[in-house]
């Protein structure tokens, strides 16, 4: 997985190939005491974890697209509130043991389940130039990088900051950013482009 990842990308269905939603798993560290409420949800799955400096925590994994969405869900104990559930921001943060745990639903053959991604492989969105992949989470960001691609200015945005170091918002165009120079050149441009515009059907 690249260190920075959106909560949400397009994939390849495992079950029928075509283009299928996947999203992280998310999770909240609940107390003791509410233990029992989050064992027995349909709603979530109970998580033991293991902070960096040795402690173990229990945490309820919630996957989205898979039973209720977190606005039904209304009956969570005090002191915990649906939207703790949200992704922040637009980037994934998940411990090292949940880092490709998610969802996937394909509306194609409209499976649904828990899904262990693996990435780039998984990536719809991607196409291969003189044996390396270049790869775009989902269809926004492939016209994202098609533009790019084609530009011959090739802007890329400023990476923005929270103003905590330890909190780094990044610009929905940071790949941008990390596009290896083997796609980058004048040379690579005609035939990236057509491939490109090929996954897109345009």
């Not at 509410?34 to 994994?61: M, N, P, T, W």
């Not at 130039?129 to 084609?150: C, H, M, N, P, Q």
Request: aromatic share 16%; proline share 6%; net charge positive.
């Amino acid at each position: 997985m690249p260190p920075i990842m959106a909560p949400f990308a397009t994939i390849k269905c495992p079950s029928c190939g075509e283009a299928a939603k996947f999203a992280f798993a998310t999770y909240q560290i609940f107390k003791k005491n509410d233990e029992e409420y989050f064992r027995k949800s349909k709603d979530f799955e109970v998580f033991r974890g293991q902070h960096s400096h040795g402690s173990f925590y229990h945490a309820a994994l919630y996957y989205p697209g898979l039973g209720n969405s977190l606005e039904n869900i209304n009956d969570l104990p005090e002191d915990y509130k649906p939207n703790m559930w949200r992704h922040p921001y637009w980037y994934v943060t998940l411990p090292k043991e949940l880092e490709n745990t998610g969802s996937i639903r394909c509306s194609s053959c409209l499976i649904q389940r828990k899904h262990s991604l693996n990435w780039p492989n998984d990536a719809y969105f991607q196409i291969t130039y003189k044996g390396k992949v270049l790869w775009a989470f989902d269809r926004k960001y492939t016209l994202k990088l098609l533009s790019y691609i084609e530009s011959k200015e090739r802007k890329k945005r400023i990476v923005g900051y929270s103003g905590k170091p330890w909190n780094t918002i990044y610009s929905q165009d940071w790949f941008l950013r990390h596009i290896p120079e083997h796609f980058q050149s004048a040379k690579a441009r005609p035939e990236i482009v057509k491939k490109l515009k090929s996954i897109l059907q345009m």
